[in-house]
């Protein structure tokens, strides 16, 4: 594993305020630390997690920034502009957005139910465009131009992984989800551009969090040894990707998706 840098990225982000949807633990952790590490104020929005206050409170120590944590289910609409709108106030002007909060399920299609479908559609897409929409009402009532935001999407959006013996990773509405975000994130990228509003989206390869702790270790193994670089990722290697596409140097980068999976999508 190669030394992976948490602070010190190339960016200045000093002023700025960015909200971070899933910002308490795994890729939205080590995507907070990494806006923190750059002089960004963080609100890190949170499901349920007990620990996310303190998590939040330590970033901040530890990077002499604003961080703040707040509770909101993204696929509340009402809840999220509601809780934009606290963040604007007490933390803002909110200048960038990444929603990165994602779940999955997985069990093979035959046993896949409409809760389950509504558990992963409700965060997956709803919840990635009531968060877009909270923040561009914000970007469009105040007239600000430069607006940023980030869908952590997945490379599922465009492939479906085999594991052991060439059977798929039972996770059909999980993968639909987030091939669902890639359009919505060229839709968006496309209406709002208008307001100079830039939407993209990173797709992570396998990382290394909560949602892949649970894979049995033989399965884990195989799918390393399926990425050309032969290891899964740690999260703080989705946050270069993701500082470039929020600052002023990405000005003319929106709609796409830019892939960061060890290059496993050339498979
Ligand atoms: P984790 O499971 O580690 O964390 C999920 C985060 O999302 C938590 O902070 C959780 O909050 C938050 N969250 C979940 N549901 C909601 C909700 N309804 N409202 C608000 N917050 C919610 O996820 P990862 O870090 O692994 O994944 C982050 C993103 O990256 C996801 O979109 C995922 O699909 C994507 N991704 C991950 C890959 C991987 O290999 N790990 C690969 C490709 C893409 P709380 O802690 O309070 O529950």
Redesign the pocket.
């Known amino acids: 594993m190669p030394p992976v840098p948490k602070r010190g990225l190339a960016f200045d982000f000093s002023g700025r305020s960015i909200i971070v949807?899933?910002?308490?633990?795994?890729?939205?952790?080590?995507i907070t630390e990494a806006c923190a590490g750059a002089g960004a104020r963080v609100a890190?929005?949170?499901?349920?997690?007990k620990d996310?206050v303190d998590v939040a409170k330590q970033i901040a120590k530890e990077n002499g920034v604003e961080v703040k944590a707040y509770?909101?289910?993204?696929?509340?609409a009402a809840l999220v502009q509601n809780t934009f709108k606290k963040i604007n106030e007490e933390m803002g002007p909110v200048t960038g957005l990444v929603?990165?909060?994602?779940?999955?399920v997985v069990k093979p299609a035959l046993e896949m139910t409409k809760e389950d479908f509504d558990k992963v559609y409700?965060?997956?897409v709803l919840?990635?465009f009531n968060a877009a929409q909270a923040a561009a009402r914000l970007w469009v009532d105040s007239k600000y131009q430069g607006g940023s935001m980030v869908i952590?999407?997945?490379?599922?959006s465009q492939i479906i992984n085999r594991v052991a013996q060439g059977k798929p990773l039972t996770q059909v509405f999980?993968n639909s989800s987030?091939a669902a975000v890639s359009n919505l994130v060229k839709g968006l990228a496309s209406e709002w551009a208008q307001y100079n509003i830039r939407v993209n989206a990173v797709?992570?390869?396998?990382?290394?969090?909560?949602?892949?702790s649970g894979m049995e270790k033989s399965v884990r193994d195989h799918q390393a040894g399926g990425v050309p670089l032969g290891r899964?990722?740690h999260?703080h290697e989705?946050a270069p990707q993701t500082l470039l596409l929020l600052s002023d140097h990405a000005s003319y980068m929106t709609g796409q998706e830019y892939f960061v999976?060890g290059g496993q999508l050339v498979y």
């Open positions: 949807t899933g910002g308490n633990r795994g890729i939205g952790r080590a890190i929005i949170y499901r349920g997690s996310a509770q909101c289910d993204v696929s509340d929603a990165n909060a994602g779940v999955s409700t965060v997956n919840g990635v952590v999407s997945s490379m599922s999980y987030k797709c992570p390869g396998y990382v290394d969090t909560d949602q892949t899964f990722a999260p989705m999976d």
